[in-house]
């Protein structure tokens, strides 16, 4: 008998868990997740970016998927790609730190969507976002540094996790399932030249994957039949976009009792930026207190991982694109202004003399030593001098929202209630959505009516 491929292998263990269904703590996960989810989307809608991916929709024949922000639905693959752009505009949807992928982008609006289409209930809905997560974090862990610099994780390696979600709530076969998965495996892509321009691409990358994802299932479950060794096979994934990754790692410690499901493993952004400089945003929020009151900063210097400097050593921006990946910048902000939120990347705030005058002062280095805990920790360490010679130092090794410093149920609700209200949507409506969400995981078929009710302002 021959030896199961590596998406084969992938099919199996979902298969087996639609057998005998995930856990409460997972389901609740899945819950907490969408729920985040949800607040950067809506928070997209408010912005030029989102508006014109709007626009995009509208130019769309109707169809009987829910679109965040208009009244009539879309095609399940117009809904994926404009949703799952919505979502990654402002920069505070999640992370995972070992794949170094933001999975909520994908994979939520792709189960939504599809969810929808089959009138899924809620419970299964979240099922597939914990399906999802686990395999595109599974991939995007094994794909390796070099695929990073050149590649966007999110858009590579999440087309599967949309592709299983899609498959989860299609209730596809072995066979099809696998297919699916080789006919998401042949649509990766997602480039970052965007990021050393200034470009406005990076939210197509989840909302590309998302779509199709959804197209690779829906066309396997048609009987499109898909390659069976993308990711191992010679002229497969990993030949061609990660030559230095390791398939194997994909399947690493699959189906092992006891341990825990990526899905549990999600960072969740407390600041409107690139995760990459939340360590040094904390570290200088943790300094901003101990400062004396009027205290003139001459030097700063951030020491961090290599992966950090190559996408936001940016000492000189001048767009919030921009902005949001800059240490400078963000490291100015939460010392100048004390937090690092969407009103810091307005153009007003693009433009504080005070934060301005600091950035030329201020230094990025790598420290090998968080170099080499890299990807597992993102960590930072800021030290600054003042004007009277005195020094101050603090480290972050576990930033604000890493599983091991969570934002609690009640931070979690109000980044939600701030992310909505940023986007327009009435306080009436937000209560409503955050009644909705805690009920999710129910048996019942899944509802979108409330996420309809927001193109409507009360």
């Not at 001048?318 to 100048?336: E, G, N, Y």
């Amino acid at each position: 008998m021959l030896e199961a491929s590596l998406t084969e292998r992938l099919a199996d263990w979902q298969l087996a868990q639609h057998q005998t269904g995930f856990a409460a703590a997972d389901i609740e996960a899945a819950r907490l997740l969408v729920l985040d989810w949800l607040g950067s989307a809506l928070a997209g809608i408010g912005t030029d970016t989102g508006r014109i991916f709007l626009e995009y929709a509208r130019l769309q024949p109707a169809g009987k998927v829910t679109l965040l922000g208009l009244s009539e639905g879309r095609s399940v693959e117009v809904a994926a790609l404009v949703n799952g752009a919505l979502s990654h505009i402002v920069e505070m949807d999640d992370v995972e730190r070992e794949s170094v992928t933001h999975p909520g982008a994908v994979v939520v609006p792709a189960a939504l969507a599809v969810a929808e289409r089959v009138g899924a209930s809620g419970l299964d809905l979240l099922a597939a976002v914990v399906a999802g997560y686990e395999l595109m974090v599974r991939v995007g862990s094994a794909l390796g540094a070099e695929h990073y610099y050149h590649f966007h994780n999110t858009a590579t390696a999440g087309v599967f996790g949309a592709a299983a979600a899609a498959g989860w709530l299609l209730d596809l076969d072995r066979d099809r399932l696998v297919w699916a998965l080789g006919n998401a495996g042949t649509q990766a892509a997602g480039l970052w030249q965007f990021n050393d321009e200034g470009a406005l691409t990076k939210p197509l990358h989840p909302g590309r994957a998302a779509a199709n994802g959804v197209l690779a299932a829906t066309l396997s479950r048609l009987g499109l039949t898909g390659a069976r060794h993308i990711l191992e096979g010679e002229r497969g994934f990993f030949a061609g976009l990660a030559p230095r990754g390791d398939p194997q790692q994909v399947v690493a410690h699959l189906g092992e009792t006891g341990e825990p499901l990526r899905v549990q493993k999600i960072s969740i952004k407390p600041h409107a930026s690139c995760r990459h400089t939340h360590a040094p945003i904390d570290a200088a929020l943790a300094l901003r207190a101990q400062l004396p009151p009027n205290a003139t900063i001459t030097a700063v210097r951030v020491s961090t991982y290599r992966a950090a400097l190559t996408l936001c050593d940016k000492p000189d921006p001048h767009t919030a694109p921009d902005a949001k990946f800059s240490l400078q910048f963000c490291v100015a902000s939460a010392l100048l202004r004390g937090q690092v939120g969407l009103a810091e990347f307005s153009d007003a705030a693009l433009a504080d003399s005070a934060v301005r005058a600091l950035l030329p002062h201020i230094e990025v280095a790598i420290d090998p030593a968080r170099e080499a805990a890299y990807p597992g920790c993102w960590s930072a360490a800021v030290e600054l001098t003042l004007a009277d010679g005195r020094t101050f130092k603090a480290t972050q090794d576990r930033p604000k929202g890493d599983p091991e410093n969570p934002l609690s149920v009640p931070e979690l609700e109000a980044k939600f209630r701030n992310l909505a209200a940023a986007g327009g949507v009435h306080s009436a409506q937000v209560e409503r959505l955050l009644d909705w969400l805690r009920a999710l995981a129910r048996p019942e078929p899944f509802d979108p009516l409330p996420l309809r009710e927001l193109a409507r302002r009360p």
